[in-house]
Nanobody, 126 residues
Framework: QAQLVESGGGLVQPGGSLRLSCAAS????????IGWFRQAPGKEREGVSC????????YYADSVKGRFTISSDNAKNTVYLEMNSLKLEDTAVYYC???????????????????WGQGTQVTVSS
C-alpha cells in the first residue's frame, strides 16, 4: 500500500521560502509520478507541480512558475517542493499524491492520482 507523508509547512512572511518534503513508502519513485496540490479555504484543490519518476520531466502551474522548484531524491524515496518568493495567495494546505499510472511524464489533473498524503499547512502572512 502506497503511503505519502508531507512535512515542512509553516508560517512564513511574504517573500520568504519554505521547502516541503513528501516521503513515500510502499512503492518506489522510479516508476511513478508525484504531484503537489494545494487547497485554500473555500477553494478547490489545484495542481501546483509534478515530477515523473521515469524521465524526471516536470510541470508547474503558471501561478508558481519561476518561484517553485520540484525535485526528487529517489535514493531517499522523497520528493521536495522548494518554494521561494512566497505570496499571500500561496497560503493553503499542500498535499502530495501519486498515481498507479506508469510511464513517462506527470499529470496536473488531480483525478489521475490515487494515493494522497495528509497535507501540510503553509501560511504566508505578515
Amino acid at each position: 500500500q502506497a503511503q505519502l507523508v508531507e512535512s515542512g509547512g509553516g508560517l512564513v512572511q511574504p517573500g520568504g521560502s519554505l521547502r516541503l518534503s513528501c516521503a513515500a513508502s510502499g512503492f518506489t519513485l522510479d516508476y511513478y509520478a508525484i504531484g503537489w496540490f494545494r487547497q485554500a479555504p473555500g477553494k478547490e484543490r489545484e495542481g501546483v507541480s509534478c515530477i515523473s519518476g521515469v524521465d524526471g520531466s516536470t510541470y508547474y502551474a503558471d501561478s508558481v512558475k519561476g518561484r517553485f522548484t520540484i525535485s526528487s531524491d529517489n535514493a531517499k524515496n522523497t520528493v521536495y517542493l522548494e518554494m521561494n518568493s512566497l505570496k499571500l495567495e500561496d497560503t493553503a494546505v499542500y498535499y502530495c499524491a501519486t498515481t498507479t499510472i506508469t510511464g513517462y511524464g506527470c499529470y496536473a489533473e488531480r483525478n489521475l492520482y490515487d494515493y494522497w498524503g495528509q497535507g501540510t499547512q503553509v501560511t504566508v502572512s505578515s
